[in-house]
C-alpha cells in the first residue's frame, strides 16, 4: 500500500475496487478524486 501511496507502484483494478471498498468511496468516486487531485498537481 506505501508504494501505491508514494506513487511508486501502479495498483491493478482489483486493488483499486479494493481500496474503494476499504474506503467505503464507489470506484468511480475514487478515481474523480484521484484525477482532480492530479490534475491540480500539474498545474
Do not use: N, W
Amino acid at each position: 500500500m506505501g508504494e501505491v501511496e508514494r506513487g511508486t507502484h501502479m495498483p491493478t483494478l482489483a486493488i483499486i475496487f479494493k481500496i474503494a471498498r476499504a474506503l467505503e468511496r464507489s470506484t468511480v468516486a475514487l478515481m474523480r478524486e484521484t484525477d482532480s487531485q492530479l490534475a491540480a498537481s500539474d498545474a
